[in-house]
């Protein structure tokens, strides 16, 4: 569904805004006595690169599988600044064990943190239209039937594990699509739509079809 999508690429936006922030913090903790400042900045900004591309490649992987995913993909990129660099002895550069830590520290990071965005976004907790700020004409589609629809953002069940088994406690996305499909249909006449908290809610006649004109006025 269009507003999931978008609900997605903000919280991806955010995502990678805080991973280059944990990248920061780990190269100048797992190598910083190695290299200076200056090759510190260059190094985050190649893995932030790297890493970023990796993120969309694995989409369809467990959280805590794509993170890892992710913290491997740094290590060619660190081999290679660590052979290039000159140094006076075999002894220079950080050891397999070093490289390891930082892995682990940087999926473990990336891993909490993007739980948590995910828990905010599909609790309602950052509200029920997260993605609005990010909108131009579209935003009133985007509040229309996040808020007076009540359809929330889809993927709950998969972030807890379906623990009462699927369609239980939350709607499938194909319901979502037909209650929407059915309130552009409606004629002239007052009617009533089943929101996912399963209290019914009046929508006003007519307001599917003023908030599509809005769009292109």
Partial sequence: MGCSALDLRVLRGEFLDGLKIILEEEVVSGFGSFVDAAAQTSLSGKLFRTMEQTFDKTTVMDSADQMQAIAASSTPVILDLFNGVERSDAAFGPSLSTLSDFCFRVATKATALHEKLRREYL??????????????????????????????????QNFTQFPNGIGIDDVSAGENISKIYEVSKQPSTSFY??????????IRDGHMQDVVFSIFV
Avoid: C, N
């Fill in 193 to 202: 739509v089943r929101g996912s908290d399963e209290h019914d809610q009046a």
């Fill in 123 to 156: 609790s309602g907790s950052r509200g029920p239209t997260p993605a609005i700020a990010k909108l131009g004409k579209t935003r009133s589609m985007y509040s229309y039937i996040r808020k007076d629809l009540a359809i929330k953002m889809h993927g709950t």
